[in-house]
């Protein structure tokens, strides 16, 4: 059972500025990103490298993904109505 690396990604979300909400895909919407972070963060903590809770930690991955593509967004087009994220 490989251990997720969780300290890494805690980090990510800490040093960017978060918005409300996110859509994970077409199907998920977080409409509150700092809830979602808590709760996913206590579960992967508690059971860490836990197949039946891997799923919390690729949503974690998944938002931090569209964070990411969102502030590249920003930063190439300036522009901050980017779709799928509401800062």
């Given at each position: 059972?490989?251990?997720?690396?969780?300290?890494?990604?805690?980090?990510?979300?800490?040093?960017v500025?978060?918005p409300?909400?996110?859509?994970?895909?077409?199907?998920q919407?977080?409409?509150?990103?700092?809830?979602?972070?808590?709760?996913?963060?206590?579960?992967c903590?508690?059971?860490?490298?836990?197949?039946?809770?891997?799923?919390?930690?690729l949503r974690l991955?998944?938002?931090?993904?569209?964070?990411e593509?969102?502030?590249?967004?920003?930063?190439?087009?300036?522009?901050?109505?980017?779709?799928?994220?509401?800062?």
């Amino acid at each position: 059972m490989e251990k997720w690396n969780i300290d890494e990604l805690e980090a990510y979300f800490k040093s960017v500025t978060l918005p409300t909400e996110i859509n994970l895909d077409q199907s998920q919407r977080v409409t509150n990103l700092k809830n979602f972070l808590d709760t996913h963060f206590s579960i992967c903590r508690l059971h860490n490298g836990h197949s039946t809770y891997h799923g919390f930690y690729l949503r974690l991955l998944q938002a931090k993904g569209v964070i990411e593509k969102t502030v590249n967004a920003i930063h190439t087009l300036d522009d901050s109505n980017t779709p799928g994220i509401t800062l």
